[in-house]
T-cell receptor, first 109, second 112 residues
Framework: QKEVEQNSGPLSVPEGAIASLNCTYSDRGSQSFFWYRQYSGKSPELIMSIYSNGDKEDGRFTAQLNKASQYVSLLIRDSQPSDSATYLCATVATDKLIFGTGTRLQVFP | DVKVTQSSRYLVKRTGEKVFLECVQDMDHENMFWYRQDPGLGLRLIYFSYDVKMKEKGDIPEGYSVSREKKERFSLILESASTNQTSMYLC???????????FGPGTRLTVL
């Protein structure tokens, strides 16, 4: 079982809709979780980090963490074509950051 | 703002050549990392370093070595480049292990 799993997509949503990106992890001891955005040909950039159960909001982005279900998600409200990218979920395990393979999001006008 | 720079955006080398990829960070971060990224395989950790002159193997260290002589600089070395090392190489740094990693722009290496 992979340590961090994401659906590779593509996830296609219309402009203005809510995009929901999901991630599951295997290490129950994981405490820190990160969402990165990666545009094609570019390096990953941090969108949000979350450490506690519940929701954390930052502008149009909301990260949700449920440690009991070992599940973390990212919601993007009012999706824009500029949000089209690959979104990587990551968590710390055995002193290393473990990344999922990413979900490709496509926002169409 | 954290800044992580890499010596080259694009690099073309021949099989058997020795290749040096340089990474510099300006935020006094303790930890530095080298990854490669390939389609469908995601980010894979090659080597990382917690301190000057210290290195740890990641998940795929074979065919690579690293050097960290100064805190701000972490070099990845391909001793004898092979075609299966054609990839995007990403350097990252962080203050502590559990903290956010900041990535450089990446080096797309092609080995012919």
């Amino acid at each position: 079982q992979k340590e961090v799993e994401q659906n590779s997509g593509p996830l296609s949503v219309p402009e203005g809709a809510i995009a929901s990106l999901n991630c599951t992890y295997s290490d129950r001891g994981s405490q820190s979780f990160f969402w990165y955005r990666q545009y094609s040909g570019k390096s990953p950039e941090l969108i949000m980090s979350i450490y506690s159960n519940g929701d954390k909001e930052d502008g149009r982005f909301t990260a949700q963490l449920n440690k009991a279900s070992q599940y973390v998600s990212l919601l993007i409200r009012d999706s824009q074509p500029s949000d089209s990218a690959t979104y990587l979920c990551a968590t710390v395990a055995t002193d290393k950051l473990i990344f999922g393979t990413g979900t490709r999001l496509q926002v169409f006008p | 703002d954290v800044k992580v720079t890499q010596s080259s955006r694009y690099l073309v080398k021949r099989t058997g050549e020795k290749v040096f990829l340089e990474c510099v960070q300006d935020m006094d971060h303790e930890n530095m990392f080298w990854y490669r990224q390939d389609p469908g395989l995601g980010l894979r950790l090659i080597y990382f370093s917690y301190d000057v002159k210290m290195k740890e193997k990641g998940d795929i260290p074979e065919g690579y070595s690293v050097s960290r002589e100064k805190k701000e600089r972490f070099s990845l070395i391909l001793e004898s480049a092979s075609t299966n090392q054609t990839s995007m190489y990403l350097c990252a740094s962080s203050f502590i292990t559990e903290d956010t990693q900041y990535f450089g722009p990446g080096t797309r290496l092609t080995v012919l």
